[in-house]
């Protein structure tokens, strides 16, 4: 379900995108884009909450806990409650500072800077309200509600793009304040259906201290992680808005519209995954833990290089079909990006295994540190008069750096099987990539025109179905597969009888 949810969500992501970009124009769009990212700087604090809140309502589901639930879910929002407040005053007090300081923007738009921030402010305040109904729902595994809904959720974000084709003035403000009005009524959605659906879900007052420190405490470990995300993310994205100017923060928009859509499939299957590895862990199962995480890890790397891949080889052409005319630096920030999303979606496992043990101080202080590496040396890189491209190169590589570091850590942390996982998984990726990966780079680059683009994407995808059905799949997993097959298309065949 969670997969077809993206197949459609991607669509409308993509096309909204487009309509977006032309009514707002470059210069508009990444006007926008820098704002919000003034907002999102604060996100680690929400982040941190939306981890926890998961994984506790995991964990006591795992553990048979039904009644405990209850106690997280209001102190959940009792957490989030405060999280909102806090966030409130910093959005108003630095953030507007920053903003107003330190942030370029065209002159004719200054004037709807500061009404569209706080239109960002109401809408990130809403959506972290939202977490803990989000999260009960993705621990029950109710994915049916959570794929439709997340598809009513695209379809409202498009009116709002083409709610802009109504004014000619004034577009950043109304596009704020259309959002605003979605995410209000989405967060009403959210609320009135775990209030129907899930008996925890009905606050009372309890002042648990033992409760409110576990949480906090192991939100507050999150919380470094938050930090070198954010820095990796919107802290670059500001250093390119001052060091670069608008458009470059405009392709940088770009690149992460394309990464989000692709990464989108990949966070769907490991959202299905995710409340799995964490039962299993809190029950006590082990070696199905440990099977989970080496069979997500190399289902995840397959599904996002099958997408990706493609788009990586053939940037250009994906560019000029979806948005016409382009930023030239968004085509190398693209497939930088994408990469840096492969290497994320191997991580991903391990970093729901180390989350599940609820011991996480010293795997957040080695990790964030790493993350967080990002902002100065973007900083250095950038005064340096480097290109922002050499910024992206040194994200991929310390990316890669941290997945290894995340292996050591937990054999060590959970006697996590890790030179199993070399084997099975990291060696098994290495082989798939050398051997699906040439053949349509070397089409690419031996042939030009639209319809040789097209067939490079065609080789692409059969290359990597083919050899990712080989390498990457185990015996068994095979198995599956070609019983699925079979029985689909006889299926299919008594169908047509």
Known sequence: MLYIR??????????????????????????????AGVIVLFSFLSSAMTTSTQRFFSYYLGRKEHEKLSDVYSMSINVHALICLVLLILAETIGLWFLNKYMRFPSQLYGEVNLLYQFTILSFLLQIMMVPY??????????????????????????????????????LVIYGGALFVVTLLLGGIYHAYCKRSFNACQYRWSPDKVLFKEMTSFSGWNMLGGIGNVGASQGINMLFNIFCGVLVNAAMGISNQISAGISGFVGNFQTAFNPQLIKSYAAG???????????????????????????IVCTP??????????PEIAVPFTQLTLIFCMIDALSGPLWTAAQASGRIKTYMIIISLMIFSNVPAALLLLWLGLSPVSVLIYKVAMNLTIHIVRTIYLKYHISFPAMDYYKKVMVRVGLFILMAAPVPVIYYHSHSGIIHDILTVVISVLCSLIFGFWILLTKGERSVVCHKVVGLLNYRSGEKD
């Open 6 to 35: 993206m197949l459609l969500i991607i669509g409308v992501t993509f096309f909204t995108f487009r309509i977006l970009l032309q009514e707002l124009g470059d210069a508009g769009y990444g006007t926008y884009n820098a704002v």
């Open 134 to 171: 989000k999260a009960m729902i993705i621990s029950h595994e109710r994915m049916s509600f959570y794929a439709y809904f997340s598809i009513v959720e695209s379809l409202l974000k498009l009116g709002a793009v083409l709610f802009l084709k109504l004014f000619h003035n004034n577009r």
């Open 317 to 326: 052409l994906v560019l000029r079909i979806w948005l016409g005319t382009y």
């Open 285 to 311: 199962d082990y070696g199905y833990f440990n099977s989970l995480i080496f069979r997500c890890s190399r289902l995840s790397f397959l599904l996002i290089f099958i997408i990706g891949f493609p788009i």
